[in-house]
C-alpha cells in the first residue's frame, strides 16, 4: 500500500488499508493500483448519486398518486432530516472534539431565513407539480434551473453575464418548449407549478452559495447547513400546507382519520423511507463533489437525466413524440454547454490561483470546523447542482 495519506481521514485509511489487504499482492505493487482505486470509489460514489436521485423521483411520483398530500409530505421529511442532521452532526462534534455551531437567532432570521423560505417553496412546488404531471416533464422543466441560477447569480453578483449564457438559456428553453408543445401529457397547471419551482430554485442556490461564503456564519459543512435550514423551512411551509391541505389530510383514512393501525404505520413508514432517501441524496451529491469536482456532478446530473427520461419512457408510460424528443437532445445540449463553459472557466481560476489544489477527501467538509472554504470547486456545492427533486 502507498505511503501517502496526506489529507486521510482514519476511516478512509482503513478502507484503503481493507481494500489492499484483499487484493493480490501482484496488484498492489502495480502503479494502475492508486488510480483503479480511486476509480472504484468514484464509479461508487456515482451510484450511490444516481440510485438515491433516481429513487427518490420516481418515490415521490408513486407516493404522491394515492397519498394526495405532497406539502405535509415535505414537512414531514424536513423534520426527519432535522432529526437526522442533529444526530450526524452531535456524533461528528464528538470525534472531532469541538463544539457545534449555533447561530444566534438575529442572525438566523437574517441571514439563514431567506434562503430557508425560498428552499421549501422550491420543494414544495416541485413535489406539489408530481400530482399532475409525468417524470418527464417533471424531469425536463426542473432542468431549466439552470437559466434562473445563471440570472439570480448575475443580479447577485456572483458571476459576469457572458454572450454564451444567452446561448445557453436559448437552448434549454427551446428545447424545453419542443418538448411540451402538443404533449398529449401536458397539464398546465403542474407546468406551471414546476416552472415557479425553478424560478425559486435558482434563487435557493444562489442565496445559499452567499450563506456558505459567509466566513463568519460558519455554514460550509453542509451537515449543519441542513440542520440549520430545516427549522425555518418548516415553519415556512406549515401556513401553506394547512390552508392547501389541512382539513383533507385530518379526516383521510389514510393518516389523522385512519381506521386500521396497520394502514396508518404502513403510510408513516412509507414516508419516513421517503425522508431517509432524501437525506442521503443531499449526503451522496455533496460526496460526489467533494470527492471529485462539480464537472463530475454536472456530468453525472446530464446523464441521471438521460436514465430518468429512459426509465419513466419503458416502465411509467410517459409518451414522447419525435419532436418531443429533439426538445430534450436541444435542452441537454444546452446543460451540457453550460457544464463545458463552467468548467473552461474553473480551469482558468485555477490556473490564476498557480497551481493551488484542492483536497479533495470527501469527509473533510464534514468535520469542518465552521470556516468557509474558499476553493472555487468546493464553493461550486451549491451552484452546479440543478435540477432537482426534493431535496434539502
Given at each position: 500500500m502507498g505511503k501517502n495519506t496526506r489529507g486521510k481521514t482514519q476511516l478512509e485509511v482503513r478502507v484503503d488499508s481493507a481494500l489492499h489487504s484483499i487484493a493480490p499482492p501482484k496488484l498492489t505493487r502495480s502503479s494502475w493500483c492508486n488510480t483503479c482505486l480511486v476509480a472504484v470509489k468514484t464509479v461508487a460514489l456515482v451510484l450511490f448519486f444516481y440510485s438515491c436521485s433516481i429513487s427518490l423521483t420516481f418515490y415521490n411520483k408513486w407516493l404522491f398518486q394515492n397519498f394526495k398530500f405532497p406539502l405535509f409530505v415535505t414537512i414531514i421529511h424536513l423534520a426527519i432530516k432535522f432529526v437526522i442532521a442533529a444526530v450526524v452532526r452531535t456524533c461528528l462534534g464528538c470525534v472531532a472534539k469541538r463544539n457545534n455551531i449555533i447561530l444566534p437567532w438575529s442572525v438566523y432570521m437574517k441571514r439563514v431565513a431567506p434562503t430557508g423560505f425560498s428552499s421549501v417553496l422550491d420543494i414544495g412546488l416541485s413535489n406539489w407539480s408530481l400530482l399532475y404531471i409525468t417524470v418527464s416533464l417533471y424531469t425536463m422543466s426542473k432542468s431549466t434551473a439552470i437559466i434562473f441560477i445563471l440570472v439570480f447569480a448575475i443580479l447577485f453578483g456572483l458571476q459576469r453575464a457572458h454572450f454564451c449564457q444567452i446561448i445557453i438559456v436559448l437552448f434549454i428553453a427551446g428545447g424545453l418548449f419542443m418538448f411540451t408543445y402538443e404533449s398529449t401529457q401536458f397539464n398546465g397547471e403542474g407546468f406551471t407549478l414546476v416552472i415557479i419551482a425553478a424560478v425559486l430554485s435558482g434563487l435557493r442556490w444562489s442565496l445559499a452559495q452567499i450563506l456558505t461564503q459567509e466566513e463568519e456564519l460558519g455554514l460550509s459543512n453542509?451537515?449543519?447547513?441542513?440542520?440549520?435550514?430545516?427549522?425555518?423551512?418548516?415553519?415556512?411551509?406549515?401556513?401553506?400546507?394547512?390552508?392547501?391541505?389541512?382539513?383533507?389530510?385530518?379526516?383521510?383514512?389514510?393518516?389523522?382519520?385512519?381506521?386500521?393501525?396497520?394502514?396508518?404505520?404502513?403510510?408513516?413508514?412509507?414516508?419516513?423511507?421517503?425522508?431517509?432517501?432524501?437525506?442521503?441524496?443531499?449526503?451522496?451529491?455533496?460526496?460526489?463533489?467533494?470527492?471529485?469536482?462539480?464537472?463530475?456532478?454536472?456530468?453525472?446530473?446530464?446523464?441521471?437525466?438521460?436514465?430518468t427520461l429512459y426509465?419513466?419512457?419503458?416502465?411509467?408510460?410517459?409518451?414522447?413524440?419525435?419532436?418531443?424528443?429533439?426538445?430534450?437532445?436541444?435542452?441537454?445540449?444546452?446543460?451540457?454547454?453550460?457544464?463545458?463553459?463552467?468548467?473552461?472557466?474553473?480551469?482558468?481560476?485555477?490556473?490564476?490561483?498557480?497551481?493551488?489544489?484542492?483536497?479533495?477527501?470527501?469527509?473533510?467538509?464534514?468535520?469542518?470546523?465552521?470556516?468557509?472554504?474558499?476553493?472555487?470547486?468546493?464553493?461550486?456545492?451549491?451552484s452546479a447542482k440543478r435540477m432537482h427533486v426534493t431535496r434539502l
Open positions: 453542509p451537515v449543519d447547513l441542513i440542520y440549520h435550514l430545516q427549522p425555518v423551512m418548516i415553519l415556512g411551509l406549515m401556513p401553506f400546507a394547512l390552508f392547501v391541505e389541512g382539513l383533507h389530510i385530518s379526516s383521510t383514512k389514510l393518516f389523522l382519520g385512519f381506521e386500521d393501525i396497520h394502514v396508518f404505520l404502513h403510510t408513516w413508514l412509507t414516508i419516513l423511507f421517503g425522508a431517509v432517501l432524501a437525506f442521503m441524496l443531499a449526503m451522496s451529491e455533496f460526496l460526489l463533489l467533494s470527492r471529485t469536482s462539480s464537472l463530475t456532478l454536472s456530468i453525472s446530473g446530464i446523464f441521471k437525466e438521460i436514465c426509465i419513466a419512457s419503458e416502465y411509467s408510460n410517459d409518451k414522447m413524440s419525435l419532436l418531443n424528443f429533439f426538445g430534450m437532445l436541444i435542452c441537454l445540449s444546452g446543460i451540457g454547454l453550460h457544464v463545458i463553459l463552467k468548467t473552461i472557466a474553473s480551469k482558468a481560476i485555477t490556473n490564476s490561483k498557480n497551481g493551488v489544489s484542492r483536497n479533495d477527501d470527501h469527509e473533510q467538509l464534514l468535520m469542518n470546523d465552521g470556516t468557509a472554504n474558499d476553493d472555487e470547486d468546493e464553493e461550486e456545492i451549491f
